[in-house]
């Protein structure tokens, strides 16, 4: 039975540059106005989606709140696989490219006024080699700059900038593909490879512009070479990328190989390096609260 004046709220305490002390203290005070009481487990790297779903079993929440990046979004979208209760997203990480995929709000008190709200959206989840993606994965340069940014002191979006000019000059670009979809076999070459669910990366660049978080498919997009000109393009609305910078397969499954092992992320996270990629959509869903003026691209 669902536990009606209890919230639990997962947070990670070290995502992002955020004071997640002065965070809880905020947000217990907001539940505390509403008269709800917080529940909170704080991710170790050890175990946190059983300890998620052990707090979960024990107290069974009117909602799972999450307070951290893209990774820690994915954690818990992954322990509520099998029960059926609303993900309300904090975005505290440092780029949350889920949470601008979903026009969340900026400041905590709008950010919790959604996440408690009754106004909630049905996202698609895929599998990338038996792993959850709910955002973007990719193969190539960003990845890489993922991998140099997890081992940097600088966090945040600085720390990505910063990371940016070493990562490519550094990369063996350009990457040979090969992607098995729909029945055809296409050989590419390009910089980057991304598995795309949502439409815009963390940084709020629309790489996507034809993608859908709910229609049940996925892009496969091919970014064939690097152009500022085209990159500038993916930071306005309503953009139309030129087919010279970048191809979109759109798919419901998808076998991606290389010929060497290149760096891969997914969500934000670093995975390690890959030379195949089994891509599809999942079976499980996720209940996401968004504001109510949230219009699904």
């Known amino acids: ?15 992002g540059s955020f004071d997640k002390a002065k965070l809880l203290h905020d947000v217990k005070e907001f539940l505390w106005e509403k008269e709800l009481e917080l529940l909170v487990y704080e991710t170790t790297g050890e175990n946190d989606e059983s300890g998620i ?44 490219g889920f949470a601008i995929n979903l026009d969340l709000p900026s400041n905590l008190p709008e950010q919790m006024e959604v996440a408690l709200g009754p106004n909630t959206f049905i996202v698609d ?29 600088v966090r945040g979006k600085w720390g990505y900038f910063i990371q940016s000019f070493p990562t490519l000059f550094k990369s063996n670009y350009p990457y040979k593909f090969e992607i098995e979809a729909n029945g055809h076999r296409y050989l590419k070459k390009g910089v980057l490879l991304a598995i795309a669910n949502a439409n815009k990366f963390g940084t709020g660049a629309n790489i996507n512009p034809n993608g859908k978080l709910n229609d049940g498919k996925f892009e496969v997009l091919i970014f064939k070479k690097i152009s500022v000109f085209q990159i500038i393009k993916t930071l306005f609305k309503n953009v139309k990328l030129d087919s010279t910078f970048v191809e979109a397969i759109s798919t419901e499954e998808a076998k991606i190989s290389c010929i060497e092992p290149i760096a891969f992320q997914i ?3 670093f995975i390690g390096k890959r030379r ?10 996720l ?11």
């Open 1 to 15: 039975m669902v536990a009606e004046n209890q919230i639990l709220l997962v947070v990670n305490p070290i995502s």
């Open 53 to 96: 779903s052990n707090m979960i079993e024990t107290y069974y929440p009117e909602r799972v709140l999450v307070a951290g990046g893209d990774g820690t979004i994915q954690l818990v979208a992954s322990a509520l696989k099998n029960y059926d209760l609303t993900l309300g997203i904090l975005p505290a990480g440092s780029a949350n």
């Open 125 to 153: 989840t895929l599998e990338l080699n038996q792993e959850m993606c709910l955002h973007i994965a990719d193969l190539g340069v960003n990845a890489e700059l993922i991998r140099h940014y997890e081992h940097s002191n």
């Open 267 to 269: 969500d934000g996270e």
């Open 276 to 285: 195949q990629v089994i891509a599809k959509v999942a079976k499980q869903k």
């Open 287 to 297: 209940k996401v609260a968004v504001p109510i003026s949230f219009v699904p691209a």
